[in-house]
């Protein structure tokens, strides 16, 4: 969507403004231009805070689930 489109769904000039605001005044009429040239690096982190519904799957053997 950023190199094909020259859309900004995700809103990176909010961001870009609220980091850099200087930068910001000197970039922003030319931000349709530039923002397809912007490299972007997305970086995940998860952390599961309940377990779910014990079933078999990628994590539990059907030996290790508990049957009613």
């Given at each position: 969507m950023q190199r094909k489109m020259h859309a900004d769904k995700v809103g990176f000039?909010?961001?870009?403004y609220h980091e850099y605001p200087?930068?910001?005044?000197?970039?922003k009429n030319q931000w349709?231009?530039?923002f397809p040239k912007v490299e972007v690096t997305?970086?995940?982190s998860s952390?599961?805070?309940?377990p779910g519904i014990a079933d078999t799957?990628?994590?539990r053997?059907?030996?290790e689930v508990?049957?009613?």
């Open positions: 000039s909010e961001a870009f200087k930068e910001w005044g000197q970039i349709i231009e530039q997305v970086n995940v952390k599961l805070l309940s799957g990628i994590s053997l059907e030996d508990k049957k009613k």
